[in-house]
């Protein structure tokens, strides 16, 4: 589905991103890991478009897509969240969501849509503005907007954050629904550690920019390497 090939992002001579290879399969939750200023979310904005890489591809279906502009991704099938929030904060949630939906054209199928609303819980705060809303619905939110495009590839960066044990579990069933309802990739950064391995089938480690490691949960987490770049450093 997606295809990194030697994707390098420098910043002043600085490599934030450094010959970074990866692949991610259709219907497949790809875990993102690294320590903190390992290039994670540089590669999400990589494939969407917020930044352009100094040399690599990056291909959707085999369809270079790293010279599009962020909006042309989405229209092809390219969606994220953010580490940040950024919601329209003067829109009410139905309006959030429906700026969204205006790029996929006005026959697209909304019970994907209308099925997440009701998953993560949103139906009744529709007309409130997202400030007026919990940080833990705000960011249910950013995932159904980006679920509005109606994605090919999901990038979820830091979905979990802020949430505790209970909410975090009932997203780690909603990821589980949404695959088995929508056909799309989704690519997960996360520093809940836990919840990233329990959910994911495949885990991309970066440290420094670079490949660490990648494969299965089970093996990446006994790799040495990781262990020691990342694992034995007391993060969670």
């Not at 960011?139 to 960066?157: H, S, T």
């Amino acid at each position: 589905m997606l295809s990194i090939r030697n994707v390098t992002k420098t910043f002043g001579g600085v490599a934030a991103v450094a010959d970074m290879s990866f692949e991610v399969a259709a219907s497949e939750i790809h875990g993102l890991i690294g320590p903190n200023g390992a290039g994670k979310t540089t590669m999400i904005n990589l494939i969407s478009g917020f930044l352009t890489p100094n040399s690599g591809r990056i291909l959707l279906d085999d369809t270079e897509i790293h010279r599009m502009p962020p909006e042309q991704r989405a229209r092809a099938g390219i969606a994220r969240t953010f580490q940040n929030l950024r919601l329209f904060r003067n829109l009410s949630v139905r309006r959030n969501i429906e700026v969204a939906e205006s790029n996929v054209g006005a026959g697209a199928d909304r019970s994907l849509v209308e099925e997440a609303i009701d998953r993560f819980g949103l139906r009744g705060v529709m007309e409130q503005t997202p400030d007026s809303l919990s940080y833990g619905h705000m960011r249910r939110l950013e995932i159904i907007r980006a679920l509005a495009l109606r994605p090919r590839v999901l990038m979820l960066d830091e979905p979990a954050a802020g949430m505790n044990a209970e909410e975090t579990e009932e997203l780690f069933e909603n990821l589980e629904w949404l695959r088995a309802r929508h056909a799309c990739a989704i690519i997960l950064i996360d520093h809940d550690l836990k919840f990233v391995l329990q959910a994911s089938d495949t885990i991309t480690v970066m440290n420094m920019g670079s490949l660490l490691a990648s494969g299965l949960p089970r093996d990446v987490t006994a790799n040495k390497e990781v262990v020691r770049a990342y694992l034995g450093t007391g993060q969670n």
